[in-house]
């Protein structure tokens, strides 16, 4: 027989907050077009919703479940942004047609001679 156990309504809104993170994010890899703004999405969004739902689940699962989930979150705060920017730099080196023709932001150098 399954017992059931209900969840904190506070524990739960940050589950569903979490949740809300994660449906967006997957919004965002559906509408973007190029893989760095897919990959961009998909970066930022993960380690947000992790912690927003880490913190709902620490609630109900005290504190040797909290301090776990803050390992994790540690662990995954720390090792995503040098996955990320490893992905960056394999679609960089794979697929050239992404990359802008030329920097935008860069000012033009002055090339006439003033002699």
């Known amino acids: 027989m399954i017992a059931v156990v209900a969840m904190s309504p506070v524990a739960a809104g940050f589950l569903l907050a979490g949740v809300a993170v994660v449906v967006l994010a997957g919004v965002g890899l559906l509408k973007l077009n190029t893989p760095y703004a897919r990959i961009h999405a998909a970066g930022k969004a993960s380690p947000v919703a992790f912690l927003i739902a880490g913190v709902g689940a ?11 989930l803050a390992v994790a979150g540690v662990a995954l705060l720390i090792t995503l942004p040098l996955a990320v920017h490893l992905l960056f730099r394999a679609v960089h080196r794979t697929e050239p047609q992404y990359d802008p023709p030329q920097d935008v932001l860069r000012p033009v150098a002055d090339t006439t001679d003033d002699i």
């Open 58 to 68: 620490s609630i109900d699962l005290g504190w040797s479940g909290a301090a776990r």
